[in-house]
């Protein structure tokens, strides 16, 4: 390999964990950045995390909407046992 540098092994074990979908903050935690502009910069290896992250709100919204369903199912006529 030729110009290795110290620096591109801490730049490919950044890549690597924001590729797998570590959350950034630990990233930037383990690289001793600052701030999280100095993380962001890895962002862009990661574009499905954001499909995952809606994914996850997806699966929230179905367990919300089942559990209102289950309670109003469950109300008794007059009142609002369930709720």
Known sequence: MK???FHDLRHHFASMLVQHGIDRYVVQRLLGHKTAAMTERYAHLAPN???GGVEVL???GDVV????AGQVEGQVEGGHEGI
Do not use: S, Y
């Open 3 to 5: 110009d290795f540098r």
């Open 49 to 51: 995390n954001m499909r």
């Open 58 to 60: 997806d699966k929230v």
């Open 65 to 68: 909407a089942k559990t209102v």
